[in-house]
T-cell receptor, first 113, second 115 residues
Framework: DAGVTQSPTHLIKTRGQQVTLRCSPKSGHDTVSWYQQALGQGPQFIFQYYEEEERQRGNFPDRFSGHQFPNYSSELNVNALLLGDSALYLC????????????FGSGTRLTVV | GEDVEQSLFLSVREGDSSVINCTYT??????LYWYKQEPGAGLQLLTYIFSNMDMKQDQRLTVLLNKKDKHLSLRIADTQTGDSAIYFCAESGTDSGAGSYQLTFGKGTKLSVIP
């Protein structure tokens, strides 16, 4: 059973560009959350999608946006990239509320130069 | 806002017990979690505990929760070299009205196991 799949695994972008990261949730999961993990830090919550709508958002600017598709997969878009956006972006899936924990993907390492 | 604190480093000898500690500030925390992250990998859920419990045991792992002091610990018995990783404490509470449960993580404790 495939877990959470993220693509690409690594990405290098130039400051000011836009990037799209993709996530396929674990089979049977309908909720997708995105986290940003800077080097040496714990993951920070960006937003959560459920039923194709953004259900909750963390303290991230509007440059960060997302989408969830009918098959529950999700995209994270970041516009006008800044050097500070360099991080590991983690996707996590769950059923409904996620009471029993989230399943995380291996992440996309984004480097902004 | 919510805050989760952990010590950054822990070093133990193989076969000893490891105890990783965590404190949190959000009194409405409903669920508390321990995740493990190995180099270059995502986060693996190890165990969780509900706020109405004070202890949970799962094979080599024991979680203790002191809700009064907002203190959570993870004990790993008979620590092995394969346990070397970063361990994250995380809490979730109810976002009233939204019905979702974001996780707030600590900065992680790097566990080094000496053979």
């Amino acid at each position: 059973d495939a877990g959470v799949t993220q693509s690409p695994t690594h990405l290098i972008k130039t400051r000011g560009q836009q990037v799209t990261l993709r996530c396929s949730p674990k089979s049977g999961h309908d909720t997708v959350s995105w986290y940003q993990q800077a080097l040496g830090q714990g993951p920070q919550f960006i937003f959560q999608y459920y039923e194709e709508e953004e259900r909750q958002r963390g303290n991230f600017p509007d440059r960060f946006s997302g989408h969830q598709f009918p098959n529950y997969s999700s995209e994270l878009n970041v516009n006008a990239l800044l050097l500070g956006d360099s991080a590991l972006y983690l996707c996590a899936s769950s059923t409904g509320t996620g009471f029993y924990g989230y399943t995380f993907g291996s992440g996309t390492r984004l480097t902004v130069v | 806002g919510e805050d989760v604190e952990q010590s950054l480093f822990l070093s133990v000898r193989e076969g000893d017990s490891s105890v990783i500690n965590c404190t949190y500030t959000d009194s409405s925390s409903t669920y508390l979690y321990w995740y493990k992250q190995e180099p270059g990998a995502g986060l693996q859920l190890l165990t969780y505990i509900f706020s109405n419990m004070d202890m949970k045991q799962d094979q080599r792992l024991t979680v203790l929760l002191n809700k009064k002091d907002k203190h959570l610990s993870l004990r790993i018995a008979d620590t092995q070299t394969g346990d070397s990783a970063i361990y994250f404490c995380a809490e979730s509470g109810t976002d009233s009205g939204a019905g979702s449960y974001q996780l707030t993580f600590g900065k992680g404790t790097k566990l080094s196991v000496i053979p």
